[in-house]
């Protein structure tokens, strides 16, 4: 099969192949199972029995009042999206990898032996964690240019015209900024893990490998990544109806387990494009 | 993966239900139990008069039910409370009084609990323009709280009843009784947080009889000798500052006096970091005086 010019063929091609290969969905399925399970230890860790061990620990880090009803939901994405980090760079990135191994054992025809494709993915384990923290590292770097941004937009003082429509753009526009930005970072360091998982290179080869095909493919290449984003752009929607939340706060919290799975449905077609893809091209060549 | 993908999901709610179960009687449920009535009650508070008495009924039974819930809870004294509350916004007051008046006696071991409901009370005979019983129950904090923030005020408080009652000759009784009680407390428990209290409500009584001097005098007196302690923060400094200014340059028309207790405060606390705010305030004050001296003279070229 040739490789796809066509960022939406490329994207409904791998849409089918994960619908009809559930194996290579299976690894983003224990990767939503363990941040759901993460989310649900912290919304339980104001209350006993957790209370025991977080109390604490909140108590220390922030304040007492956020071990109580509604404010605990305040301090909930934050809680979560600390440890997110850790898990993304030491768990998830791992999963990832072995979802690209499984893909190129359903492309070539293999019997799938989950065991060995997880041993064989372990094998590049301190590449595929530093691969990871890059991806980490270049999203933050883009949040942080933002929040300068932000910031400056804080203290402007006009409230109309140029400038007054200059600060409400970047500070309602916020979450959907950070989104594109987001979308951005992980074109950059798309094709990372797939070089390392499908080539069995190092990560320092990798990257410039990745930057090659960037350069080869940029457009092609950001719209496989933004078409399936949009579908965040729901979440971002529902984090910002105050009424929805002020309603019930518990609410945050299912809008966060709503976001995991969106997530990782994201994830799951992004990847699976990128490796798709590059497959294909492999085989041309 | 049909199969991990269901233990999953047992995980997850097994979890989830397990963790609820465990909980269920502890303090947080009782604080998740109490918002939610209490963001229903806020509701119908919005338009009151619109509201059927069945709604009302349907919330002061959840909070009966929430008390028989949560017996033992910290927020089973807030929700008698609430429940007074919601008599007085139907104007039932004396099912709200009789409310309150549980509240007071069943819970007189804990002051938060007893003040607030005291000051539940107070509010009720306020709407009632019952004014005997009014100061009858801020005479009541000051006996049995007479050193709580709110039971601090309480001279100054009643002082004011009687004055906005229009009752100068009582108003007037009543704020050299507060100056003597704040005289005692000032005495009794010398560098506490009692005790600048009672020097900044002396000063607000010195005010409002009249008395400037006496007034600045005591509020320089708090601004020096609680410099040290975490009484003096931004908060009250820059209300004792704002009021020093006002009395001397405003009421007194001579800012000499404030900016002679600035420099009193310098040279007592050189190092502390108001000091160069009070240094800074000190020349600005100084400029200020040096202007109209500055026109007349222009004037004089003329």
Same mark, same amino acid.
Request: net charge positive; aromatic share 12%.
């Given at each position: ?8 063929? *490329?994207?409904?091609? *791998?849409?089918?192949? #994960? ?7 299976? %690894? ?48 909930? %994405? @934050? ?5 997110? #980090? %850790? ?15 499984? #893909? ?70 916020? %979450? ?37 095909? #960037? ?48 997530? @990782? ?6 990847? @699976? ?13 | ?23 269920? &009687? ?5 604080? $998740? ?28 039974? &959840? ?34 009084? $009789?409310?309150? &008046? ?36 801020? &005479? ?73 001097? $006496? ?75 040096? $202007? ?11």
């Amino acid at each position: 099969m040739a490789q796809n010019k066509n960022p939406f063929q *490329a994207l409904k091609l *791998a849409s089918s192949i #994960l619908l009809e290969n559930k194996a290579i969905l299976f %690894p983003y399925v224990v990767i939503a199972f363990i941040q759901l399970l993460l989310l649900e230890i912290f919304y339980f860790a104001p209350r006993h029995p957790l209370n025991l061990f977080f109390g604490p620990i909140i108590k220390k880090l922030w304040s007492d009042n956020y071990l109580h009803y509604p404010l605990n939901f305040v301090l909930l %994405p @934050t809680l979560f999206q600390n440890l997110q #980090l %850790p898990v993304y760079i030491l768990v998830s990135s791992y999963f990832m990898a072995a979802s690209i191994n499984i #893909l190129v054992a359903v492309n070539n025809g293999d019997k799938l032996r989950l065991g060995n494709i997880y041993k064989k993915t372990f094998a590049s384990y301190v590449h595929i964690i530093i691969a990871a923290a890059i991806s980490v590292g270049v999203s933050l770097l883009f949040l942080k240019g933002y929040e300068l941004i932000l910031n400056r937009a804080l203290i402007i003082r006009s409230e109309s015209g140029l400038y007054g429509n200059i600060k409400k753009l970047v500070i309602y526009g916020a %979450p959907y900024f950070n989104l594109l930005l987001n979308i951005l970072a992980t074109c950059i360091v798309v094709y990372i893990l797939p070089i390392i998982v499908i080539d069995r290179k190092n990560v320092f080869k990798a990257l410039f490998l990745n930057i090659k095909m #960037l350069f080869r493919s940029f457009f092609f290449t950001i719209f496989i990544v933004l078409v399936p984003s949009m579908l965040y752009v729901v979440i971002i929607l529902l984090k910002n109806s105050d009424g929805l939340q002020s309603t019930a706060p518990e609410l945050s919290a299912v809008i966060m387990a709503c976001g995991i799975l969106f997530v @990782t449905i994201i994830d799951a077609v992004v990847y @699976t494009t990128v490796s798709t893809n590059y497959l294909l091209g492999k085989e041309e060549v | 993966m049909k199969k991990t993908i269901i233990i999953f999901i047992v995980i997850l709610a097994g979890l989830f239900i397990y963790l609820s179960y465990v909980d269920s &009687k502890g303090e947080y449920a009782a604080e $998740e139990a109490l918002w939610k009535i209490n963001k229903q009650a806020m509701e119908i508070s919005k338009d009151p008069d619109s509201v059927p008495s069945a709604t009302y009924e349907r919330i002061e039974k &959840k909070y009966y039910e929430f008390i028989n819930k949560f017996p033992k809870s910290k927020l089973t004294p807030m929700a008698h409370i609430l429940i007074g509350r919601l008599y007085a916004v139907q104007k039932n007051y004396s099912k709200a009084l $009789e409310k309150f &008046k549980f509240v007071v006696k069943e819970y007189s071991q804990d002051p938060s609990v007893a003040i607030t409901a005291t000051i539940e009370l107070g509010k009720i005979y306020e709407e009632t323009k019952d004014y005997d019983d009014l100061i009858g129950t801020h &005479k009541q904090i000051l006996r049995n709280y007479p050193l709580t923030a709110i039971g601090l005020k309480v001279p100054v408080i009643i002082a004011k009843i009687y004055s906005n009652r229009g009752d100068q000759v009582s108003a007037d009784k009543a704020y050299k009784d507060a100056i003597a009680h704040y005289k005692d407390v000032i005495g009794q428990k010398p560098d506490t947080f009692a005790a600048y209290e009672s020097m900044r409500y002396a000063a607000v009584c010195y005010l409002d009889l009249g008395k400037q001097p $006496e007034a600045l005098t005591l509020l320089g007196g708090v601004l020096i000798k609680s410099a040290n302690t975490g009484y003096l923060n931004r908060r009250t400094a820059t209300v004792l500052l704002e009021t020093i200014d006002s009395i001397a340059g405003v009421n007194m028309e001579n800012r000499n006096l404030a900016i002679k207790i600035y420099k009193d405060f310098i040279s007592a606390h050189p190092k502390h970091t108001l000091s160069a705010v009070m240094q800074t305030i000190i020349i600005k004050l100084g400029e200020i005086k040096a $202007e109209p001296q500055n026109l007349e003279s222009a004037n004089n070229r003329k």
